[in-house]
């Protein structure tokens, strides 16, 4: 089976066809075939109607106001992630799952950053910051690889730049794990003079989080608290004025 | 409400509990709602639905609880009472003479509302203070320095409730 749908929770997985097969739907052209008798078999679609707990994400798919991207991996290199179209109205999330579906989850717009806050596990850290570093980006590849030994050694050229108790602790945190890289990266049609999207890179360990921005081709990393990170999730789709609506 | 600040907020003093806060005179302030909510402040209506507001509670706390004891118990109730209760932030932190605890948390009003809160709390008294400033969520980062300058200024005078 390549869609698995419940009807009474609403919960969707499916393939990449058959989500090209409802967006085709929701457009009003044709589906490919081979995703339609997919979507149809598990009941997502009845006659050419989506199932109502199903079609907030769709429709938002179809025609979003911006589109998201979500990468997470950690220590042991598990990748999870997905792409985020958010519409006027709803959002759909079409998350991996880390085999060959995709679980296709819809919200209200405005429920964009708790659920990227559920999706990272946003909560409660440890306060105490970092002191804020610069590196080159290819030393960032290396603090973040999944063997350890690598890690150790970028850790180490870390700390003969920045020696001081808690970013020591921090980094060597990121050397044992557990951590979690995430970035998110949104996307919309720029108004005119506007940038046309936004990211958030946060590397987060059971020592405390950092952000990580790029800077005249170095990466500045800065301590950041759960907080700040939620605001930042709050102000990161754009506002009317800085989008060209459809 | 009295003495008006740079930041245009106006300081307030609740006389039943004794403590003081500044808030936007602006708002709407309603006192002594039932026997935990002190003071609500509330946004005025625009009409675009949820109001920010500012609220402050007081209650009982258990003989003996300490502040991480009492907030343990509230986040359990929390989960309980709030829709779709996420626990963000927490930090613990002296302001004023006292220990106060910060959360931020997220949780959904009547089904499609989601709301931003923050709370800070403190003990005084055998009495347990909270301080709450919610806002819709996508008004958070307008709302936060507000709520912010709010909770600066938030002092507990009293030694418990009269």
Redesign the interface.
């Known amino acids: 089976m390549s869609v698995l749908f419940d009807r009474e929770s609403g919960r969707l997985r499916l393939d990449r066809a058959s989500f090209d097969a409802l967006l085709a739907i929701a457009a009003g052209v044709d589906p490919p075939q081979e995703g339609f008798e997919r979507v149809v078999a598990a009941s997502v679609v009845e006659g050419s109607t989506i199932h109502p707990a199903v079609a907030p994400a769709v429709v938002a798919a179809e025609a979003p106001v911006a589109r998201a991207r979500l990468t997470m991996f950690n220590e042991v290199g598990r990748d999870v992630g997905g792409s985020i179209w958010v519409g006027t109205h709803s959002a759909g999330y079409l998350m991996s799952s880390g085999d060959d579906l995709y679980e296709l989850i819809a919200t209200?717009s405005?429920?964009f950053?708790?659920s990227i806050?559920?999706i990272v596990a946003?909560?409660?850290?440890s306060?105490s910051a970092i002191t804020p570093w610069r590196m080159p980006v290819d030393l960032l590849d290396r603090l973040v690889d999944t063997t350890e030994s690598k890690r150790r050694l970028a850790a180490d050229e870390i700390t003969s730049i920045v020696d001081e108790p808690v970013t020591r602790g921090f980094v060597q945190g990121v050397v044992e794990g557990p951590w979690w890289y995430w970035s998110l990266q949104v996307e919309w049609p720029a108004a005119p003079g506007g940038d046309g999207g936004r990211s958030l890179h946060v590397l987060d360990t059971r020592q405390g989080m950092a952000i990580l921005s790029l800077s005249d081709d170095m990466i500045a990393v800065d301590p950041i608290?759960?907080?700040d990170v939620?605001?930042l999730l709050?102000?990161i789709?754009p506002r009317d004025d800085e989008v060209v609506f459809a | 409400m009295s003495q008006e600040r740079t930041d245009g907020l106006v300081w307030y003093r609740h006389h039943r509990t004794g403590f003081t806060l500044p808030l936007p005179p602006w708002w709407e302030l309603r006192e002594d709602v039932d026997q935990k909510v002190a003071m609500i402040a509330v946004e005025p209506d625009a009409g675009t639905g949820f109001r920010a507001n500012v609220v402050v509670t007081v209650d009982e706390v258990p003989e003996g609880a300490s502040l991480s004891d009492w907030q343990e118990l509230n986040d359990r109730v929390s989960v309980e009472v709030m829709t779709d209760y996420l626990l963000i932030d927490e930090e613990t932190f002296r302001h004023a003479g006292r220990t106060f605890q910060r959360r931020l948390a997220h949780h959904t009003v009547d089904e499609t509302i989601p709301v931003t809160i923050q709370q800070w709390s403190t003990l005084a008294g055998g009495s347990g203070y909270t301080l709450t400033g919610s806002a819709t969520t996508l008004t958070f980062s307008q709302t936060a320095g507000m709520f912010a300058a709010v909770a600066a200024g938030f002092t507990v005078e009293s030694e418990g409730l009269a």
């Open positions: 209200g405005a429920f950053p708790a806050a559920r946003l909560g409660p850290r306060h608290g759960p907080t939620f605001r709050t102000m789709l």
